[in-house]
């Protein structure tokens, strides 16, 4: 009976393990898009700044965290992806924000 413990527990951690290494994966690709969308974001704020327009586009963000919601198909998990870009979205602002002082001093 031992046996067929350790031989499940074996199988698990194996589940987890593969299972962990596609995470790893897949959040290298987060990361890499991530990082592409923070230098669009920082061309964005260079246009904003020389319009002298505000950062912030209420608007615009509605219209991104609305087609989030339409993007996912899965309503279990369609507020959780629009409080991740809600945050991106923040992080987005804050960077342009970080940008448009270093450029003043």
Do not use: C, W
Not at 68 to 78: E, F, H, K, N
């Amino acid at each position: 009976m031992t046996n067929k413990i350790e031989t499940a527990i074996e199988s698990d951690n194996q589940a987890i393990q593969a299972a962990r290494e596609q995470i790893n994966q897949l959040d290298q690709g987060i990361v890499d898009l991530l990082k592409q969308r923070f230098q669009t974001s920082a061309l964005i704020g260079q246009i904003k700044e020389n319009s002298q327009l505000p950062v912030l586009d209420g608007d615009r963000e509605r219209e991104v965290l609305n087609q989030v919601a339409q993007l996912d198909s899965d309503p279990g998990t369609r507020k959780y992806l629009q409080k991740i870009f809600q945050e991106i979205l923040k992080n987005s602002r804050d960077y342009q924000h970080e940008l448009m002082q270093k450029e003043t001093k």
